[in-house]
């Protein structure tokens, strides 16, 4: 479990997505387990109504600034509805239980496993990013919401289930392995 969270706090480096705040949680074998952004098991209540085996807590430089907004962010391109339909809510004083803004802090991402985990959490930047940096050359143009429900239906039925079965074959042999 320690080089899963090695791995995802690495690829969040990589990314410019690791802050001292970063909480990475695990679902294990014993329940939920939380790490920080060094990699040392810590308590949180933050996940405690996640259901994903995967999430993670952080921000980066452009959804710190978006969060402060209070408002949800849409997906412009069709990466970001795949991984979250049509918008990503952003929640003021609520437990999360998936993927979302939190008011004022950062951002939680859930995930099926670690790419996916990562990946969510550099899409989300992107969005914010994209929301932000629209104000300057103009206004973003949204995906309509039956698209992008097409577009996650499609990730989840055929794009990611390759994936997720090259992660789940690596792990039973990892196991087979100890």
Not at 8 to 20: C, F, G, P, S
Not at 33 to 42: L, Q, S, T
Not at 64 to 82: I, L, P, Q
């Amino acid at each position: 479990m320690r080089s899963m969270v090695e791995e995802i706090l690495k690829a969040l480096k990589n990314a410019n997505l690791l802050t001292e705040g970063t909480l990475v949680m695990i679902k294990g074998g014993f329940g939920k387990e939380v790490f920080n952004f060094a990699g040392e098991k810590v308590e949180s209540n933050l996940f405690a109504r996640i259901a994903a085996p995967f999430a993670l807590f952080t921000s980066g430089k452009y959804s710190s600034e978006y969060c402060k907004m209070g408002r949800a962010a849409h997906a412009a391109n069709d990466d970001a509805a795949m991984m979250f339909g049509s918008k990503v809510k952003c929640l003021k004083g609520k437990a999360p239980k998936t993927s979302c803004l939190l008011f004022n802090e950062g951002f939680l991402v859930v995930g099926r496993f670690p790419g996916e985990l990562v990946a969510a959490a550099i899409l989300l930047e992107k969005m914010c990013k994209a929301e932000i940096l629209s104000k300057k050359i103009g206004k973003i143009r949204r995906l309509p919401a039956f698209l992008c429900a097409i577009e996650r239906l499609a990730y989840l039925k055929i794009y990611s289930k390759k994936e997720k079965g090259n992660y789940d074959q690596g792990r039973r042999v990892a196991e087979a392995d100890n």
